[in-house]
């Protein structure tokens, strides 16, 4: 499972009601760590690992220690195997090869601008979670119209894919070098 991140609020902003909204998502950048956030928000300050660690209000930036905090916890689906990593989003022609996707150095949590299920990736900009992305036909990383279906699933998303320690031993390919003191690692008392 992730781990839930609590995201801040001012008092200004501390009901949904009070965070205005456009109909068209825009991108802006983190005032913490300058990472693009696409959001439909017309105002934006901190991304949610940064206003959760700064303790400030993510609409407007304000100190928002004292005022509404909300835990924001990826969206539990029944089958939790559906997770966004099993269908291959859809590009945009200016996200349609890897080379005109930028990525940060640390993956973090985003929303997706559709149904609020979190993924973690290293892009530096995300709309839309893969699902919705093809649902949708639109591009995973700005929202625009992608009316090719995409192929490539990223590897960030993969995230259930790394809790499975248990595989680690059983890899019988012949590139494990099971010649050479290979096999499972005898217990140490």
Same mark, same amino acid.
């Given at each position: ?9 001012c008092h200004m902003h ?22 693009e956030v696409n959001t439909? @928000? ?43 990593s099993s269908v291959p ?72 894919? @790394? ?27």
């Amino acid at each position: 499972g992730q781990g839930q991140v609590t995201v801040w609020y001012c008092h200004m902003h501390n009901n949904s009601s009070k965070r205005p909204k456009s109909d068209a998502g825009r991108v802006w950048e983190c005032r913490g760590c300058g990472v693009e956030v696409n959001t439909n @928000y017309k105002e934006f300050a901190f991304c949610q690992p940064c206003s959760h660690k700064e303790k400030r209000c993510m609409v407007c930036g304000e100190d928002a220690q004292s005022s509404s905090q909300m835990l924001v916890k990826p969206r539990e689906t029944e089958q939790p195997q559906l997770q966004a990593s099993s269908v291959p989003p859809r590009y945009c022609p200016s996200h349609g090869t890897s080379e005109k996707r930028t990525k940060v150095g640390n993956p973090k949590f985003w929303d997706c601008t559709s149904c609020g299920r979190q993924v973690t990736t290293n892009y530096s900009s995300f709309a839309l979670c893969p699902p919705c992305s093809e649902k949708d036909m639109r591009c995973m990383i700005c929202g625009a119209p992608a009316l090719e279906a995409g192929r490539y699933v990223p590897p960030a998303t993969l995230s259930h894919a @790394y809790s499975h320690p248990s595989r680690a031993g059983d890899d019988k390919s012949p590139s494990a070098g099971s010649g050479a003191g290979g096999g499972p690692p005898s217990p140490t008392a």
